[in-house]
């Protein structure tokens, strides 16, 4: 029991469970608008895409801690399972047996999908190895990917594709915000072992300034997508979230200790759900 906690500690369990739930909403309230809901929840096709998205997801997870196993011992010495728990080797294997399992279902779905989860996969990979000790690509290369989740639901759905993009590239905002975030966070292990994020070329104070013009322009961006789609509920919707997107601006610009920064990356998760939720009124 204690190897299967762990197991799914491993793969983030929680933040699949948030995957699961942003497609199936996308699912249910943006392509399935008018529909039976119940048809649109046990649409094979949905199940097929979302199953390999989560298993694209989790292999991820995966091997970012098969990589990131020294510095995770210094920045979460508690959350390190990897070495602890699961041997390299087997952690290895489940890698490749979650991303080999991914692409025969893909491949089920046609080309398209098949080449969206073909490149998530190899980003993944790239990022874990190489990127993440990169400052800022590797922030846009998950957030990227986090966006992926649902472009390839308007890959295969064509119906409301352009609300389901507007989403994605909200999605592809905050996690972008949020990995800053955590790599302020983990400027300690992360400076120990040679990495190179943002926090440790810049420093701690222009990383700040730098998130705060980042999180301006998404509002703009954001904003001038709701007037362009002339969808005045989307436009309410996003209104509605700059409340809790505005408080988290107000805690960075005080916050100053890894347990602040925590936090804030908690607070981003939380404006990401209410971003899920809000497909509900659109």
């Known amino acids: 029991m204690l190897l299967i906690r762990k197991f799914f500690s491993l793969i983030r369990w929680q933040n699949l469970v948030i995957i699961l739930l942003t497609q199936y909403s996308a699912r249910v309230f943006l392509v399935g608008k008018g529909t039976s809901v119940w048809a649109s929840i046990l649409d094979k096709q949905q199940f097929l895409i979302s199953l390999s998205t989560i298993l694209v997801a989790a292999s991820g997870y995966i091997i970012n ?46 080309w398209k999908v098949f080449v969206v989860n073909i490149l998530a996969m190899t980003l993944l990979w790239f990022y874990a190895s190489i990127f993440k000790k990169q400052p800022f690509i590797g922030n846009f290369m998950v957030a990227g990917l986090t966006g992926a989740s649902l472009v390839v639901m308007a890959v295969y759905y064509t119906e409301n ?26 400027i300690r292990g992360d400076k120990k072992y040679g990495s190179s994020t943002l926090p440790i070329l810049l420093g701690i104070r222009k990383t700040k300034v730098l998130l705060f013009v980042f999180m301006s322009l998404f509002i703009v961006v954001v904003a001038f997508m709701g007037v362009a789609l002339k969808n005045n509920k989307l436009s309410l919707a996003f209104l509605l979230l700059g409340v809790p997107f505005i408080y988290l ?25 209410l971003g899920i939720l809000s497909m509900v009124f659109v």
Request: net charge positive; proline share 1%.
């Open 249 to 273: 601006a107000f805690r960075l610009y005080f916050a100053d200790r890894k347990q602040h920064f925590a936090q804030l990356s908690l607070w981003s998760k939380v404006i990401m759900i």
């Open 65 to 110: 801690d098969y990589f990131d196993v020294k510095i995770d011992q210094v920045n979460k010495p508690h959350e390190v399972v990897i070495g602890r728990f699961i041997k390299r080797r087997h952690a290895m294997f489940m890698h490749q047996l979650l991303n080999v399992s991914a692409a025969v279902i893909s491949f089920t779905l046609g």
């Open 161 to 186: 594709d352009l609300l389901i993009n507007i989403y994605a590239v909200f999605a592809f905002g905050i996690t972008m915000i949020r990995e800053i975030i955590k790599d302020i966070e983990d």
